[in-house]
């Protein structure tokens, strides 16, 4: 092989992976600025029961929300986590906006309520009742 064609073949390489190194380091990386929100929250669930507030084990607590989308329907969402020794439920990172929390354990009454979530970090604190008395 001549040292005239090892020279194109060198040259056509680097010609086809210049743009592509060019290109990669073009776009900015793409983090979150420190001051702009991210439009996600953190949900910390605290369930307790009874007049003196004990916390509830092993609680079911379901959390559903819609995620709005521009071209398509909207997509709905459903999660159940369960509630640990000291009656929290740590739910993994959702969009803020209106959302549902329903809560089943048993000897209690259930609980369901619309919340509206706007900080990036926060504790909703739900009180269950005793259930009505059946004859």
């Known amino acids: 092989m001549s040292s ?34 991210t439009g996600v ?10 007049e003196k507030g004990q916390p509830v084990e092993n609680a079911s607590v379901y959390v559903k929300f819609v995620q709005e989308r521009s071209l398509t329907k909207d997509k709905k969402f459903e999660m159940n986590v369960k509630t640990n020794h000291e009656g929290f439920a740590k739910v993994p990172e959702i969009p803020r906006g209106k959302l549902l929390i329903q809560v089943v354990a048993e000897g209690w ?20 009742e005793k259930p009505p008395r059946w004859y």
């Open 4 to 37: 005239r064609r090892k020279n194109r073949l060198l040259l056509g390489a680097l010609a086809l992976l210049l743009p592509a190194t060019a290109f990669s380091q073009a776009q900015p990386p793409a983090k979150a600025k420190p001051g702009k929100p």
């Open 41 to 50: 929250t953190r949900l910390r669930i605290e369930v307790t029961a009874g």
């Open 109 to 128: 009454k259930p609980f369901g309520r619309w919340y509206e979530v706007q900080e990036e970090e926060q504790t909703i604190k739900i009180r269950l």
